[in-house]
């Protein structure tokens, strides 16, 4: 990836947008294009503030994301995953991490959600070749968060009825208050 690009920041898509619940398309070229897209995904996701953004998010159907998170000894690691295929632990071997999880996609919520605390991400980079990205921590989550994504599924999809109903209440509320707009 050319680093002396800064890429463009793109708009933020946000929970109810078509794009964002249904399953991304295979990446298939590794080109140019590719490589403007990480660049757009980049630099969106830093002006928002984030950790990692899928494709979906900045409104581009296809199976990429971008990452720059630490893991659970604060070390940080950034990358992009290019058709990402998703290897949790056994079941007898996870464990379970309970924390805050927020997305961009849902400004201004958070809820808590446990998911396992490790997680290995294996796909491409924007030129083709293999990645594997072994995440604990926060790079964990991230990983399941983005993946997840990529499937056309948000966080707030993974919480119990109740929770995910007053989570989005709480967002349109906030949405459509003065202070919002």
Not at 90 to 102: F, L, N, P, Q, S
Not at 113 to 130: I, K, Q, V, Y
């Amino acid at each position: 990836m050319d680093v002396r690009r800064r890429g463009t920041v793109r708009p933020i898509r946000h929970v109810g947008d078509p794009v964002l619940h249904r399953p991304c398309a295979p990446v298939t070229r590794y080109d140019e294009e590719l490589d403007e897209l990480v660049e757009d995904m980049f630099a969106s996701m830093y002006a928002a503030e984030g950790v990692g953004l899928a494709a979906n998010q900045i409104g581009v159907s296809l199976r990429v994301f971008v990452y720059d998170c630490p893991d659970e000894n604060d070390e940080f690691h950034k990358g992009v995953v290019v058709n990402p295929v998703l290897v949790m632990p056994a079941v007898g071997e996870r464990r379970i991490d309970t924390h805050d999880e927020g997305c961009l996609s849902v400004p201004g919520q958070r809820a808590v959600l446990g998911r396992p605390d490790r997680a290995t991400a294996h796909g491409f980079d924007p030129t083709g070749n293999p990645v594997t990205v072994k995440g604990t921590g926060l790079l964990a989550r991230c990983l399941q968060h983005e993946t997840d994504h990529l499937e056309g599924r948000l966080y707030i999809d993974r919480l119990p009825g109740k929770r995910r109903k007053q989570l989005l209440e709480d967002y349109r509320r906030a949405a459509s208050s003065p202070a919002a707009r």
